[in-house]
């Protein structure tokens, strides 16, 4: 079992920032990809950004250059900085992770996702 343990949603004014971090813990034995997702009321999820175990990143037309996604492979983290929020950036945001477990299986795995809302 893999347990994700996200933070640092909230509430935030218009322009202003907001950090999440998502933490892995369990039985992992490889991290490939992470990244984060986002889904708001009445819309279906989408992704936000994300980091291969290469470092290479993907980032969703809509938040190039104001959000910024980094991993720290000694903490199995994840980060998401957020910065220039806009109301249309308020959803639940969604930690995923794919990973090889000490099974060698493959998995991808969702956190409970945290929280954001940018208001006007």
């Known amino acids: 079992q893999v347990q994700l343990v996200e933070s640092g949603g909230g509430l935030v004014q218009a322009g202003g920032s907001l950090r999440l971090s998502c933490a892995a813990s369990?039985?992992?034995?490889?991290?490939?990809?992470m990244g984060w997702y986002r889904q708001a009321p009445g819309k279906q999820r989408e992704l936000v950004a994300t980091?291969?175990?290469?470092?290479?990143?993907n980032y969703a037309d809509s938040v190039k250059g104001r959000f910024t996604i980094w991993r720290d492979n000694t903490k199995n983290t994840v980060y998401l900085q957020m910065n220039s929020l806009k109301p249309e950036d308020t959803a639940v945001y969604y930690c995923?992770?794919?990973?090889?477990?000490?099974?060698?299986?493959?998995?991808?795995?969702w956190g409970q996702g945290t929280q954001v809302t940018v208001s006007s």
């Open positions: 995923n992770v794919k990973y090889r477990g000490t099974n060698f299986y493959d998995y991808d795995d």
């Open positions: 369990g039985s992992i034995f490889k991290i490939n990809a």
């Open positions: 980091v291969g175990s290469g470092r290479s990143t």
